[in-house]
């Protein structure tokens, strides 16, 4: 069964400063792994899917990386702005692929003073 | 246009009554979710289904049930409302699920209900 765990949990930081956000996993037999934004009484945006076989994979100022091995993954922001401020879920399918769904990590509340 | 819309998104009802979440995604997908989100906030998968299979999540009550009439709608049906259905209801949607960016899930806007 896979488990998904997010550090921090919050996080607030001035404005223009780079930031990383951590994920664990349980089960590394993964095929990708999926960061997510969601804003205050808002649905879920994706920010970016990163496959198993690659090691990072970038979005404008948002750069996402896997460690299948270590069962890590991190989403790095570059030049933080106030707009960036938002939850960020972390999610992985089980391990093996399959149509079960993704499992959240608890998410990390990210604040970006202006 | 929009991708994946779910009504109504707001549902207040009484305990005991039986409602509907409808789900749309008009991106030719193949497999739709349903998750909830409780009220720390924490998303859990609830059902996934694809014109092969249905995958139910082992702790949802049978009181909630999934009905696809066509490829594009997976409607969400609760019997029985409990207090402590009271969450965030969201419908994803996904081109494939077997790897690679046709896993990329896409998130309707959410529907909050509420159990008086």
């Known amino acids: 069964k896979q488990e998904v765990t997010q550090i921090p949990a919050a996080l607030s930081v001035p404005e223009g400063e780079n930031l990383v956000l951590n994920c664990s996993f349980t089960d590394s037999a993964i095929y990708n792994l999926q960061w997510f934004r969601q804003d205050p009484g808002k649905g879920l945006t994706s920010l970016l899917l990163?496959?198993?076989?690659?090691r990072e994979q970038t979005s404008g100022r948002l750069n996402a990386s896997l460690d299948k091995s270590s069962g890590r993954s991190t989403l790095y922001i570059a030049a933080s702005q106030p707009g960036d401020s938002a939850t960020y879920l972390c999610?992985?399918?089980?391990?093996?692929?399959?149509?079960?769904?993704?499992?959240f990590g608890k998410g990390t509340h990210l604040i970006i003073q202006p | 246009d929009t991708a994946v819309s779910q009504t109504p998104k707001y549902l207040v009802t009484q305990m005991g009554n039986d409602k509907s979440i409808k789900c749309e995604q008009n991106l030719g997908h193949d497999t739709m979710y349903w998750y909830k989100q409780d009220s720390k906030k924490f998303l859990k998968i609830m059902f996934s289904?694809?014109?092969?299979?249905?995958?139910i999540n082992e702790t949802v009550p049978n009181r909630f049930s999934p009905k696809s009439p066509d490829k594009a709608h997976l409607n969400l049906h609760i019997n029985s409302l409990e207090l402590g259905d009271s969450a965030v209801y969201f419908c994803?949607?996904?081109?494939?699920?077997?790897?690679?960016?046709?896993?990329?899930?896409?998130f309707g806007p959410g529907t909050r209900l509420t159990v008086l």
């Open positions: 999610a992985a399918p089980p391990g093996g692929g399959g149509a079960d769904g993704l499992t």
């Open positions: 289904y694809n014109n092969k299979e249905l995958i």
């Open positions: 990163i496959q198993s076989s690659q």
């Open positions: 994803a949607s996904s081109r494939g699920t077997a790897g690679g960016e046709a896993d990329t899930q896409y």
